[in-house]
Each structure stands twice: as C-alpha cells, then as structure tokens.
T-cell receptor, first 111, second 113 residues
Framework: QKEVEQDPGPLSVPEGAIVSLNCTYS??????FMWYRQYSRKGPELLMY????GNKEDGRFTAQVDKSSKYISLFIRDSQPSDSATYLC???????????FGKGTRLSVIA | NAGVTQTPKFQVLKTGQSMTLQCAQD?????MYWYRQDPGMGLRLIYY???????DKGEVPNGYNVSRLNKREFSLRLESAAPSQTSVYFC????????????FGQGTRLTVV
C-alpha cells in the first residue's frame, strides 16, 4: 500500500459546482498536509497547507484534515473553468523527510 | 523573480546516450529535489539534497546520478539513457528539508528513443 492514496479521476463537473477532492494516508506521523495545483505543462504550485487536524479556508477553497481517519479533503466552491487542473495532495512528518505526494486528481470544470 | 529554472525544456535522446539536466534556484533555499512524473504514477522522488554538500536517494534512483554543485544548483545525470526514462522531470526546492512549500521548475520533457 502506498503511503498516500489519491483517486486519479478524471473528474468533470459543470461550472458552479462544489468539488470534493480527497486523499487517504497510512503514516500517522504526518503532521503537515498540503494541496498543490498543477496546470497542464506546468510545475505544481502550492495552493493550501494545514497543520495537524482541522479546517482552513481561503476564498473558494477549504482544506480539511481528519487525522483520526487519516483522510484529507479539498473543497472548491463555485468552481470555475480556470480551476481545471490536476490537484495533488502532499504530506510531511516533522520536517526531516521529503514531501510525499499523491498521484493527483485531474479536474475539468465545464462552462 | 525566476524561482526555479530548469534547462533544457525539451530533449530527445537515443538509447545509450548521456545527458545532464540542470536546475538552479535563486531563493536561497537549502533543500533541492528531482522528481519524475509519469501518467498514472504521480510525482516520484529520484534524488534529493537536504543541504549543500549532501545527496540522498529517493524512491526511484536507479539509472540516475546527481550533483549539488553549490547552494543554488542541483543537476541530474542520465549516464546511459533507456526508453523507461522517458518522462517529465521536475526540479523543486524548499527553504528547509521537508518544508511545506516546495517551488517547482517548469519541467523537462525527455523522450528516449
């Protein structure tokens, strides 16, 4: 079993929909949880990060972490065509090891 | 503000040829990484350098070597390219090892025929 599991999709939604992206993980030592966004033919860019459990909101984006279930989510409200990209979750423990990435979920928002 | 710069952006190699992928960052970051990205496989870590003067193997190091030339530059070398090394290669850097914000380059698309 990979340390981080992420459904690769693809996921296609109409403009304005609420999108839910998820990752599960097996390493209970992970403390930092991140979401990266990668547009086609570009490098990934950090979208949001959360420390330990809880929620974090940034505009239309909300990141949730449930450490008891080893489950993290990214919600996108009022999705836009410009949100079409691949979303990768990433995790880190205490900072002494490289980030561990999920495989990424490809999202298309259709106008 | 260049961030992380990779060269070249595209390359076609014949099986058995060698080449070096260059990466430079201008953010004074301590840690640098090389990943490969393949369809359905996600980002896989090849090698990393936690700090200047150190390098370590990642998940898929076979067939590759690296050099941390100085704090800014981290190169990846393919000594004898194989078709299985056809991929998109990304260099990344973080302020410290395991840092939450990794900055990525634009990628190098390598095809080995």
């Amino acid at each position: 079993q990979k340390e981080v599991e992420q459904d690769p999709g693809p996921l296609s939604v109409p403009e304005g929909a609420i999108v839910s992206l998820n990752c599960t993980y097996s390493n209970s030592a992970f403390q930092y949880f991140m979401w990266y966004r990668q547009y086609s033919r570009k490098g990934p860019e950090l979208l949001m990060y959360t420390y330990s459990s809880g929620n974090k909101e940034d505009g239309r984006f909300t990141a949730q972490v449930d450490k008891s279930s080893k489950y993290i989510s990214l919600f996108i409200r009022d999705s836009q065509p410009s949100d079409s990209a691949t979303y990768l979750c990433a995790m880190s423990d205490t900072g002494n090891t490289p980030l561990v990435f999920g495989k990424g979920t490809r999202l298309s928002v259709i106008a | 503000n260049a961030g992380v710069t990779q060269t070249p952006k595209f390359q076609v190699l014949k099986t058995g040829q060698s080449m070096t992928l260059q990466c430079a960052q201008d953010m004074n970051h301590n840690s640098m990484y090389w990943y490969r990205q393949d369809p359905g496989m996600g980002l896989r870590l090849i090698y990393y350098s936690a700090s200047e003067g150190t390098t370590d193997k990642g998940e898929v190091p076979n067939g590759y070597n690296v050099s941390r030339l100085n704090k800014r530059e981290f190169s990846l070398r393919l000594e004898s390219a194989a078709p299985s090394q056809t991929s998109v290669y990304f260099c990344a850097s973080t302020r410290s090892h395991g840092g939450t914000e990794a900055f990525f380059g634009q990628g190098t698309r390598l095809t080995v025929v």
